[in-house]
């Protein structure tokens, strides 16, 4: 199954911490979706999806939810990402679209389990949190592609991981 | 006077922290020698001198050095950023090339003091140091344009600072 890990970065490399830094632009929302409805299905953490949820992104894929503890009418619960990925698995899927926020993003790094990755750097300095592995083992990356998308310079770089 | 700030970031948007990561490829140390002889000058932190300053980025050229303590040979040596820049400008140079390390770059973006940036995103993901000023306040970019550079997969993205 191919993992595609989906990020917003600040252009120094942090997921913004505030409210401007969170909401994504329309133009992502548009890529996100249609990259949700390519794959099908899309996996998020739980604090994430209880911000977005009423979002159109998630109609009419497989929502799978990352939580140990909460429970979400119409859409898959699994515990792990691991278990996330075997549900899409066995429902026929040949690729899973993962979404934030930065804890589940960095859980998928550190287990190994991302094979391709979307980054889109957005135009301002900010802190943040960090995206990495939790062993902080240098991963090399196959650089792709790259391209502004929409009109607010937002830069995607698109990687397969090594 | 228009401040440059060069940034090399990994993907993940750290200043790398491993040898791999602080070794700037060929095709960036050709990038910020041309545009060091356009700008005529470049401002570098003590540290980041020490480990390159046999380079030939740095001749035929005005090398600015931050240190409150150092002395070297051939070189300008200034205690601050703004003595720095002051410096240049009463040389008679309309623009000033800054490069790492992350300290000298931190405490340019903090005190305000840059116009204009490149980001070259490289193709890894490592922990290391971030760039960001030391008041955390948002700074908002002007996206210029963005590239590849040489063949390794460095993306460069240009930014105003508005």
């Known amino acids: 199954m191919k993992t595609i890990l989906y990020s917003g970065l600040t252009a120094n490399g942090n997921y913004g911490s505030s409210e401007a830094g969170q909401l994504p ?12 409805k390519q794959a099908g299905n899309i996996i998020i953490g739980r604090k994430s999806y209880e911000i977005f949820k009423d979002s159109p992104i998630f109609k009419g894929i497989d929502v ?3 939580s140990s503890t909460s429970n979400f009418s119409g859409v898959k619960v699994a515990p792990s990402p691991r278990e996330a990925l075997d549900y899409l698995s066995s429902s026929g899927y040949d690729n899973a679209f993962i979404i934030g926020g930065v804890t589940l993003a960095n859980t998928f790094l550190s287990q190994r389990l991302i094979k391709e990755m ?4 957005e135009p301002y300095i ?3 949190l960090k995206l990495e592995p939790f062993d902080n083992k240098l991963m090399n990356l196959e650089f792709l592609s790259n391209k502004e998308i929409g009109n607010s310079g937002i830069v995607q770089i698109h990687y397969n991981l090594i």
Chains 1, 2 share one sequence.
């Open 25 to 36: 632009k329309q133009e992502e929302i548009d890529d996100i979706n249609l990259k949700a």
């Open 64 to 66: 799978v939810v990352i």
């Open 118 to 121: 979307y980054i889109n750097i």
């Open 126 to 128: 900010e802190n943040g």
